[in-house]
């Protein structure tokens, strides 16, 4: 028995689903969203916690991105100021660091183009009478240390108030909630789901699959599933460890194979992260291994000797979705793949990958394929730009 009709169905409470429920709710479409744990208990809570467009993307020219990642992070620090910040980071450069000085010039600067040139996007270099406040960087033999500015979140936070805005916006939310299954017809979706115990059935125009790592998962319950997109899951764990960093977030390469980790404060704590492993097996199953705990520590020591020592209070890993091509996971491509059931009326969407930063304009790219699929779907949009998010 059809217990309730929606517009739209969406499977998954992470960053990217809070967003599609709050563009949604915000253009008065009915929306039900089901979460089998908690708002964000997935990938979303197990990221870098950082809202930025991506420097070291500028190094696969992937400029589209960084340049969206960038203008997000301006409405982000206007539209949620309690939950992002602007905060220093720094860049390292020692004999060995693959980078030099004047590619991480020249990055930085096309950073400040993208950025239009505001403010935010300033950068410079740390005076050599100054290295000594760093936190405890490493000195001898270092060379230059440059600056700028990105922004710092806590992505739990950040996905709870996006999810409260939907609601306040009139989506309704059910967790725990397991999806059962779905079966696509013509004028829509019937959806099976199951809660404390019962099970419901609720109908709708179209569902979104919002499912982060179980995404493919997610499809194999439909009675007529696109074809999925051939993904790989890559894992990235992060380590905390005991003191404070003062002046920043740290930008540094592991020594030894020059990939990117950052280095900042978190909590009271050292936040450091992260690694990229292939990872199959259940998404709710991931854990950090000891090869990348051992590897996040010595590169952290490397530049921070005064680590050494010091236990690891707390490690975590999220999973990323990644399209299933050939080479190195940093060399893949970053952009949110939207994939429909159809061409023309859709009545399911896939979601693969995204970054916590663009959830709001994956949102908006979700709204304009769902339009057919829609009542009323020849208005003009409703932009969430200038919703303000409370915590």
Request: net charge positive; hydrophobic share 35%; charged share 20%.
């Amino acid at each position: 028995m059809i217990e309730k009709k929606y517009d739209v169905v969406v499977i998954g409470a992470g960053i990217h689903g809070a967003g599609v429920a709050q563009a949604l709710a915000v253009n008065g479409y009915s929306v039900l969203v089901l979460e089998q744990n908690t708002i964000a208990s997935g990938t979303s809570s197990r990221s870098s916690k950082l809202i930025h467009g991506g420097l070291r993307y500028l190094e696969n020219l992937h400029l589209s991105l960084v340049k969206e990642c960038l203008q997000e992070r301006t409405l982000l620090l206007r539209n949620a100021p309690h939950l992002v910040k602007l905060v220093p980071f720094y860049i390292p450069v020692f004999p060995e660091t693959r980078r030099r000085p004047w590619q991480l010039r020249t990055g930085l600067s096309l950073y400040a183009l993208l950025n239009s040139f505001h403010s935010s996007g300033r950068f410079g270099t740390v005076a050599r009478q100054d290295w000594q406040t760093l936190d405890g960087l490493e000195t001898k033999n270092l060379q230059k240390v440059f600056r700028y500015q990105d922004a710092q979140t806590d992505d739990v936070l950040l996905t709870r108030a996006v999810m409260n805005s939907a609601v306040q916006h009139g989506a309704q939310l059910m967790m725990p909630c397991e999806f059962v299954n779905a079966d696509i017809d013509e004028q829509g979706v019937t959806v099976h789901y199951r809660q404390n115990g019962e099970t419901h059935q609720s109908r709708a125009s179209v569902v979104v699959n919002a499912a982060g790592p179980w995404v493919n998962q997610v499809l194999t319950k439909f009675n007529e599933p696109h074809i999925p997109l051939s993904i790989e899951l890559v894992q990235g764990t992060h380590i905390v460890l005991p003191g404070e960093l003062t002046q920043g977030v740290y930008y540094i390469e592991a020594p030894t194979d020059h990939r990117a980790v950052f280095v900042m404060p978190w909590k009271g704590n050292t936040l450091v992260g992260t690694t990229e492993t292939s990872y199959s097996g259940d998404p709710g199953q991931v854990q950090p291994l000891d090869s990348e705990i051992d590897y996040l520590l010595k590169t952290l020591i490397h530049y921070f000797p005064h680590y050494q020592g010091k236990p690891v209070l707390d490690s975590f890993a999220g999973l990323r979705v990644l399209p299933h091509e050939e080479g190195h996971p940093f060399s893949r491509s970053r952009d949110t793949r939207l994939i429909t059931d159809r061409d023309r009326s859709p009545r399911l969407l896939s979601i693969y990958g995204g970054k916590l930063t663009a959830y709001r304009i994956t949102a908006m790219k979700v709204m304009q394929k769902l339009k057919t699929s829609l009542r009323s779907g020849s208005a003009p949009l409703i932009d969430t730009k200038g919703i303000r998010l409370d915590s």
